[in-house]
């Protein structure tokens, strides 16, 4: 039987087709599969012009296309194309094959008419009311390559990722093996769509004005998931009606795609029991070793004293992640021996991110030890969460659905100074392989009305602020080497994606 995940994004290490988190966690489940032997089918839809990319005039962001590191031609495999009707009109769609043993990911691209080749031309990028054609199209196009190319009585299950993909339970109204998962408890994760353009596309009766997108595939699903324990509570909180119905399964990593391979041959050679601190930090040393050479392609001539821990902040750029944290951090403590790598980049649309982008910038400028990295990838991800040797994790608590970078840096002995949110709180404990701030607030404050936000804000920074100072007044003696080490060892089996996998497929 074969197994479908169908999602927005997916970031395989050949192409960026992927804006953020949902694309690399849906990449690393892919490659685990297939090692697996699974039967495992990703759709998706396909991005020519990637995500986005910024060039900086001074200091000000100026969005552009992103390009692929391989043609996509070199990496794809074309297959015959089909026809599904949109907007009244015949579309053309070129499905394009990626395998990897029993593997395989299909994106899906329009090639005709012109208005529907721009829907699949850049991810999460495009005019508001193109946004429900492009997730109707990606509906439409898996139903049919589904019904015509795999058979559906040949499916075990579809996995809905996210909301946007919860229109294929209109596509596929005959069909009742959805599971659905949710990926984020922030508004952005439950978009509205009017109910009589869904009901004209889908020859559907949609009461109402408008379609939540999250409510219909938690409606129409067998099994709902989220991605944390803590995500699982507040979900039920926002979704009251499908209390019981919905579970959880804690999002995981690769690990041998995000085990730096000093690591990996040390984990190798001794065993998780036979490892020592002082093993593990030559093996961390020769990953910081090619951090450092990173780093020169954006300081030339830039030296990392070895006694300077190097402090990672590399998210998206956005509010709910509080990149204000650390900038305001790095202006207030000129003092301490440090480096400080910033990197991510924002939405195009999001100001607080552009303006946090520029923040960034101008540190990156005005201080020697700052570097900003604002074309941050998966690859430059590898060398920042197993060189790095202390990495933040700040988002305002009850935004994060679970985040992940936190185990990619425990897996390599980087410990985290994290807030307490996501899947954080099933790993991490305080002062033991990591280190934890603020508060563990279980309902969804809007960080953009309420007034308490603020407050909290205040409050979280003074207790962040003195546990960073502490940890990198810290860094190189016993007690961080000890705290390195048990990152590692609690790490190892429970951020492992193929606990992930067993929990959705078995064995």
């Known amino acids: 039987m074969v197994y479908v995940s169908v999602t927005p994004e997916i970031g395989l290490e050949e192409l960026y087709t992927y804006a953020g988190g949902l694309g690399i966690l849906e990449a690393d489940k892919f490659y685990a599969a297939s090692r697996r032997g699974l039967d495992y089918l990703v759709l998706t839809l396909l991005y020519r012009g990637g995500y986005v990319d910024y060039e900086f005039r001074n200091t000000r962001p100026t969005p ?9 031609h070199e990496a794809l495999r074309p297959e015959e194309e089909f026809t599904v009707t949109l907007r009244g009109e015949e579309v053309h769609v070129r499905p394009w094959l990626y395998e990897r043993g029993n593997g395989r990911v299909v994106f899906f691209e329009a090639t ?11 991810v999460y990028i495009e005019d508001e009311d193109e946004t429900p054609y492009k997730y109707i199209l990606l509906a439409k196009a898996s139903a049919g390559y589904l019904e015509e190319r795999i058979g559906l009585d040949k499916v075990e299950w579809i996995d809905l990722q996210e909301a946007y993909t919860a229109l294929l339970v209109l596509a596929l ?36 004005d408008n379609v939540i997108l999250t409510r219909l595939g938690l409606g129409k699903a067998k099994a709902c998931f989220t991605v944390s324990a803590k995500h699982l509570e507040i ?40 490892l020592d601190k002082e093993a593990l930090w030559e093996a961390h ?22 006694n300077a821990p190097i402090v990672v902040w590399a998210r998206r750029l956005t509010r709910y992640k509080r990149p204000y944290f650390v900038s305001r951090f790095i202006e207030e403590h000129n003092d301490l021996e440090a480096v400080f790598v910033l990197a991510g980049k924002p939405h195009p649309r999001d100001e607080d991110g552009l303006r946090y982008a520029s923040m960034f910038a101008a540190l990156h400028r005005e201080r020697g030890n700052v570097v900003y990295i604002p074309d941050y990838d998966a690859h430059k991800a590898k060398l920042l969460l197993s060189g790095g040797d202390l990495l933040l994790f700040t988002p305002f608590s009850g935004w994060e659905a679970c985040g992940t970078s936190y185990m990619k840096a ?81 790490s190892i089996s429970f951020a492992d994606i193929n606990r992930v996998l067993g929990q959705l497929y078995g064995g």
């Open 64 to 72: 552009r296309p992103q390009t692929h590191p391989v043609p996509i």
């Open 285 to 306: 040393l020769e990953a910081r070793r090619q951090l450092e050479e990173l780093l020169r392609r954006y300081k030339p001539g830039m030296r990392v004293p070895d």
């Open 410 to 490: 425990a897996l390599n002995g980087v410990p985290t100074l994290a807030s307490r949110d996501g899947g954080v709180l099933e790993l991490l404990q305080d002062g033991v392989n990591g280190w934890l701030f603020g508060s563990d607030i279980r309902e969804f404050i809007d960080i953009y009305s309420d007034p308490r936000a603020g407050e909290i804000d205040r409050e979280e920074y003074k207790e962040f602020a003195g546990k960073l100072s502490w940890v990198i007044e810290t860094y190189g003696t016993g007690r961080y080497k000890e705290v390195a080490l048990n990152a590692l060892k609690t």
């Open 112 to 122: 005709c008419p012109t208005w529907a080749r721009r829907l699949t031309e850049r």
């Open 235 to 274: 979900t039920r909180r926002m979704f009251p009606e499908y209390r019981d119905k919905l579970t959880h399964a804690t999002n995981g990593v690769d690990v041998e795609r995000w085990m730096h391979p000093a690591v990996k041959r040390l984990v190798a050679e001794k065993g998780l029991e036979g």
């Open 173 to 208: 109204p005959g069909f009742d093996r959805f599971r659905f998962t949710t990926h984020t408890p922030g508004p952005w994760g439950h978009p509205v769509f009017p109910s009589k353009l869904l009901s004209q596309e889908f020859d559907a009766d949609l009461p109402g």
